[in-house]
């Protein structure tokens, strides 16, 4: 199936490339989505430098959206959200994917790409519409996977992220850091954070920017951030949410992942400079 687009004259910061895919660019940014399979993030590079996870296994690259809590859907991932054709609207100011709605969950989803050319940073915001003829509860979730090597981290308490001990957090000027190891189980961690979650790279700093809830804000059994680690060394899902929201028939939210990437010569080890470049950067 073919997605359909509306076309605007002007369109200065993104391009169709074919195959169902646009390239957004900023600065040295690329971003890559694929209109035709899911309105999924499939790159996001720094000049030639990708960050994001390339594996060509089902549900193992890219970016993704999900609603939650996941308990309404269980798996596999819904389809009209995660796989099937989104269609494509083109203005001046943002690129617009829409979905199918959900037979099952009776909700659409919409995303809409922007820039910020003064920060460098692109911006996604998520809408989910809730078509059915009721009041709903809903949150919305973005799932980014990346490779599983370098560190990880984000402003939450060690001693607070849970399940405690699954994955080995290291408490250092008031953040949590995880350099990235394997096991032969998936382990999954929560974690009340501060709006923003960090991955640290091949020379590469990718910061992750959202809402920063409060704790009872989140849908019941999720949390504001999340990291998911696949058994042995495939792939890592760095997660975050939005707050839990009532929804009447026909009303919508909307909630916005700002996506920053910049050059880092440092160690990938926990120090304050890292700090410093995130909150001047999500300023």
Known sequence: MAFVATVSTATPF??????????????ELTMIIDANGGGKILSFKYKDTEVISQSRMPESFGSTFWTSPQKEWNWPPVSEFDKQPYTVEETENALIMTSKMSEKLQYS?????????KKNAILVTYSIINNANETRKVAPWEITRIPNEGMIFFDA??????PKNLMPFLPAYGISWYHTDTANGNRKINADGKGWLAYLNNGLLMIKAFQDLKAEEPAPEEAEIQVYVNRGKSYIELESQGAYTELKSGESLSWTVKWYLTPYKGETTPNKELI???KKMIK
Not at 21 to 27: L, Q
Not at 109 to 117: G, H, L, S, T, V
Not at 157 to 162: C, E, G, H, K
């Open 109 to 117: 989803i919409k995303k809409e790409f922007r820039i910020d050319a």
């Open 276 to 278: 410093k470049i995130v």
């Open 14 to 27: 993104f391009k169709n490339t074919g195959e169902s895919k646009y390239s957004i660019k900023v600065g």
């Open 157 to 162: 308490p060690t001693d607070q992220i849970t």
